[in-house]
């Protein structure tokens, strides 16, 4: 246990330091220097913070969604490909995530835009009216986390998927099963803990962006991390920035929770236990 | 590290700069050893550690100031890019840890950070200040030594000249200006714009009614069709032919048409604001600090830069005499009545309120 003493003191110093600094802050006013709830009484009784609350859970987990429903089946079709190849897919999958999002934004709009490759397509067949408004709304928004959270998915279910006991699935074929009965049976049950994972990774990811829903978003598309940034930077309101902060962190910390359990219970084979 | 100070006021009652501190002693006690390596205090009072913004402004900026400033004086000037918000400074007052002597930012900065009393005095009787256009920007801690202007931006390959609209009147009325619109995301400038719609004068625009305000942009909130987070993509949104009008700043505009951008901007009734300097309190190179502020508001190289970068206006009487004709044309002029001039004060006091207010209002 001794070699990680490093590791732990280096944490404690440049986390969770901070982080108690920014639970101090949260509480302590840093006018009066009192112990106060008002921040967070602010917090919840403000309309505007429980809204852009609910909208970037909204995003966190829609996006999340999506990503998995287009993530799975690449990581899938990666798994079934020789090493060679699925390296260079593997290039394929990085690219989006080695490009700024500020090129993307631009690259984005070329595809997408008002006079982008879809809707010059859209008007070529149904007339000079037409135009789907694809981004700066929530389908943009959609579009651009998607493109940025695949690779997070991606590549802890290729790892499981590869890994899986190849002779469960020939022993489920030669009972007879057929390839949708093994993919659901098995495949899919196995991977679990991978899906758990990724959903993960990428849902407290979505949870703290703000830059791609402000490029591609629209009117209502304000996430929490937008707040902190403005009441850090702009108001230099820092106890409402760190009750916002705190609140954002706690909501992490549970859907963290909800989903070790899935990972938990799957990784062991056992249901998952109540009371 | 414990302050006699704080131990006998109760547990909860000491400050952040302690919590800092006792923080970071704790930190160092536990590996032992330093943790930050401060480099040591210029020796010379032949430095000024200066926070610009980074990007091509800024590289401009150490081409025409810094260098001939450094020729001149023998002072050397060290540039620290990006690091002039609001949070930068407060954390470095915290931490008793300036890492810069002064800063090039926006007046609306200055004002919050002198609320926050992160800045010091500025000894006038150091300065020249005689050919100074605006006392409102001649502030006890921060000067303005130029100013912006934003306004209404247009793309001229699909907005005919007749149909551009002329006042933030004509821009509220999208069905004699018809056109994609863009809005911004900050309050800033834009309840301005809000009130000047609703026929408010310019005279009477400070305090801004915020109920009158909202209750304008009421009116256009639905036909707006891109809400503008970055300032970078309202000229990008407009070459994009993504919009046809958006609000941007006239130094901006110029620059994408010196580029061959088919952008237009109108200058009637744009609203400006002041570019300030400003020293941190505390500072080792006061005097140095002092001697580069007058270069900026005063020096030669003023011409040359608002040459190169038109839409930006100068705050001395004698640059902007010197200035070609061209030039001039493209600045709104102190004497134009239809001229806007931001209150960067007003803000200083309602950022947050405005802020917290115009978001939600996003939102509803």
Redesign the interface.
Known sequence: MYFILPLL?YM??VFL?PL??VL??SV?S?TS???TLEFFERFFT???YL??LK?TLEISLIGTALTLLIAYPIAYYLAKQTPKRRSYLTLLILLPFYTSI?VK??AF??VL???GVVNDAIRLVLGEDFVLPL??NRFGVMIGVVHDMVPFMVFPIVINLLAQNSSIHKAAEIMGATRTRIFWSIIFPLSLPAVAAGSLLVIIRLMGQFVTP??LG???D?MMSN?IS?????????NMAAAVSIVLLLLSCLILLALTRVRGAQLFGEQPRHG | MVDRETTKNSRLDFTRRQFLTTAAGAATAAVAGPLVVTPGKAQASAVVRVADDGGTLSKARERLFFKPFMERTGIEVQVHVGQHDLSKMKAMAQTDNLEYDMVLASGSIAAAATKSGLLAEIDKSKLDLSNYMVEEWNQPTWIAWQYYTAGLTYNTDTVAEDKVPRSWVDYWDSEKFPGRRGFRTSPYETLEQALLADGVPITDLYPIDMDRAFASLDKIKDKVNVWVAETSQTVQLLQQNELDFCVSYSGRVEQARANGIPVGFVYDSAISSPTAIWVMKGTPNYDASLKLMQWFLTGEPGVAWFTEFPGNGPTDRKTFEALPDDIKAKLPSFDNPSAVWVDVDWWADNLEAATVRYKTWLLS
């Open positions: 003191i404690a110093a330091l108690l600094f101090f802050t302590v840093e220097g009192q112990l403000h309309g505007l809204r852009v909208t500020l934004a631009f709009m070329v835009g008002y006079n981004l700066f402000a490029l629209g009117r209502t304000i707040l403005f009441h850090i930077k702009d108001a230099l309101d820092w």
